[in-house]
């Protein structure tokens, strides 16, 4: 597995480089498929963010994506909590194939609602909107970005993520694996951009967003 370490406004010692290295060699028990490990160790300058300057982002690359993140005063404890983060979301997808395997009740019956889905328009341009963002050395392709509103201390991450369409149950699976609340995808059963989502307990919704004609939501406005 190829482990790339990106340091973002401060570089990675020795020291660190190497116990980063040691510990994602054996993240491979858990992910034996996993063919690529991108860990950015960032410096937050601003001294409003002084408890949680060092944050490091894990990435695992394989079947799917698989990411977790901390931050701490110390980068070490930084990257001891995020490689938690990871190995308990991998344990965890490792569980729920267990039980999908053991009789239990699968999730495809999800239905796909035949009317009455939002449409969101707009003309904001996204590329425009990002032009101004910082980039720094050695960061892959596909890196988070940070777009700083002038004047404001406030940062918008932006993302931008390339991915194959895919089921619903795939994507519950990978929301799983990144520790979030929801994912967006391309659901390969109905071709629309779609949304999953978590529920109570093991209970999942799904959104799906298809465009309506033009003319139809004048009539409706």
């Not at 116990?19 to 300058?45: D, F, G, N, Y």
């Not at 079947?63 to 977790?68: H, K, L, N, Q």
């Not at 101004?132 to 406030?154: F, K, L, M, S, Y």
Request: aromatic share 4%.
């Amino acid at each position: 597995m190829d482990i790339a370490i990106v340091g973002r406004h401060t570089k990675v010692n020795g020291p660190l480089r190497t116990r980063i290295e040691e510990r994602m060699e054996k993240i491979t028990e858990l992910a034996p498929r996993a063919t690529r490990a991108e860990v950015h160790v960032c410096h937050e300058r601003s001294p409003r963010v002084s408890s949680e300057k060092e944050r490091v982002e894990i990435t695992l690359h394989g079947r799917g994506i698989v990411r977790a993140e901390a931050s701490s005063s110390d980068r070490e404890v930084a990257f001891d909590t995020a490689y938690a983060k990871l190995t308990a979301q991998l344990r965890k997808m490792h569980e729920r194939k267990v039980h999908r395997h053991q009789g239990k009740l699968g999730l495809r019956a999800v239905p796909t609602p035949a009317s009455g889905v939002p449409v969101v328009t707009g003309d904001a341009d996204v590329t425009d909107a990002v032009e101004n963002v910082e980039t720094w050395e050695g960061a892959p392709q596909g890196a988070t970005r940070e777009i700083p509103i002038d004047g404001t201390p406030i940062v918008i991450r932006s993302k931008t993520h390339e991915a194959a369409p895919m089921t619903v149950p795939d994507a519950i699976d990978q929301m799983e694996l990144v520790g979030h609340d929801f994912f967006l995808f391309h659901d390969i059963e109905s071709d629309l951009p779609s949304a999953v989502y978590r529920r109570r307990g093991w209970t999942y919704g799904v959104i799906h967003l298809a465009a309506a004609e033009v003319e139809r939501s004048r009539e409706s406005a």
